[in-house]
């Protein structure tokens, strides 16, 4: 009979968590680069926006929240108009981020140093895995029967994000393994089906 695959829980463990950076409520570095969200409608985004910046605008970012990284685990910056950024500092802070906030007013995007602006769409992403996640697939060396098929499973998958993630960097190494992300809620698994797509 043939062995079957391996079966991994997604509290992963590959690497000590004493050669993880972080300080406990993050796991990544200090100097843990910045996720940019610009929170301009996509008309005036287009014309002009930070490389590497991501397009939610306020108006839909209530129903966007999961395309965003986890709340506290990773550094996020708010691009956009003064009043975009008071409503949006306001949704987002309820919720337990804590972002830094850029206006957007002329001239204020080459002056604020974030990065280059150029006009045109952006295929940038916002959301993140959790911070722990992260640093352990950063830390991975080769993992246990690598080439053979297996199955990594999220228990409790929520929207997707983890899950998500670990298919991606596993994709990269030429892993033969499957990610497959369990919940209770639907409408949760839809938006992880969404990500999954992106």
Same mark, same amino acid.
């Given at each position: 009979?043939?062995?079957?695959?391996?079966?991994?829980?997604?509290?992963?463990?590959?690497?000590?968590?004493?050669?993880? !950076?972080?300080?406990?409520? +993050?796991?990544?570095?200090?100097?843990?680069?910045?996720? $940019?969200? #610009? &929170?301009? @409608?996509?008309?005036?985004?287009?014309?002009?926006?930070?490389?590497?910046?991501?397009?939610?605008?306020?108006?839909?970012?209530?129903?966007?929240?999961?395309?965003l990284p986890p709340?506290?685990?990773?550094?996020?910056?708010?691009?956009?108009?003064?009043?975009?950024?008071?409503?949006?500092?306001?949704?987002?802070?309820?919720?337990?981020?804590? !972002?830094?906030?850029?206006? +957007?007013?002329?001239?204020?995007?080459?002056?604020?140093? $974030?990065? #280059? &602006?150029? @006009?045109?769409?952006?295929?940038?992403?916002?959301?993140?895995?959790?911070?722990?996640?992260?640093?352990v697939c950063r830390?991975?060396?080769?993992?246990?029967?690598?080439?053979?098929?297996?199955?990594?499973?999220?228990?409790?998958?929520?929207?997707?994000?983890?899950?998500?993630?670990?298919?991606?960097q596993l994709h990269?190494?030429?892993?033969?393994?499957?990610?497959?992300?369990?919940?209770?809620?639907?409408?949760?698994?839809?938006?992880?089906?969404?990500?999954?797509?992106?």
């Amino acid at each position: 009979h043939a062995m079957p695959p391996p079966f991994v829980l997604l509290a992963v463990a590959f690497a000590p968590l004493q050669s993880l !950076p972080g300080d406990g409520r +993050s796991w990544l570095p200090a100097q843990e680069p910045p996720v $940019l969200v #610009d &929170v301009r @409608p996509a008309d005036v985004f287009v014309r002009g926006h930070v490389v590497g910046a991501a397009n939610i605008p306020v108006a839909s970012l209530q129903q966007r929240l999961f395309e965003l990284p986890p709340p506290g685990e990773w550094p996020l910056h708010l691009i956009g108009a003064a009043e975009e950024l008071g409503e949006a500092a306001s949704l987002l802070e309820a919720k337990g981020w804590t !972002p830094q906030l850029t206006v +957007s007013s002329a001239g204020s995007l080459a002056n604020a140093r $974030l990065g #280059d &602006v150029v @006009p045109g769409p952006s295929d940038a992403q916002a959301w993140r895995p959790n911070s722990f996640l992260a640093a352990v697939c950063r830390s991975l060396g080769r993992l246990p029967s690598e080439e053979e098929p297996g199955l990594v499973v999220d228990l409790g998958c929520g929207s997707g994000r983890d899950a998500v993630h670990l298919a991606s960097q596993l994709h990269a190494r030429g892993c033969a393994w499957q990610v497959v992300g369990i919940d209770n809620h639907e409408a949760a698994l839809e938006r992880g089906r969404e990500l999954a797509h992106r």
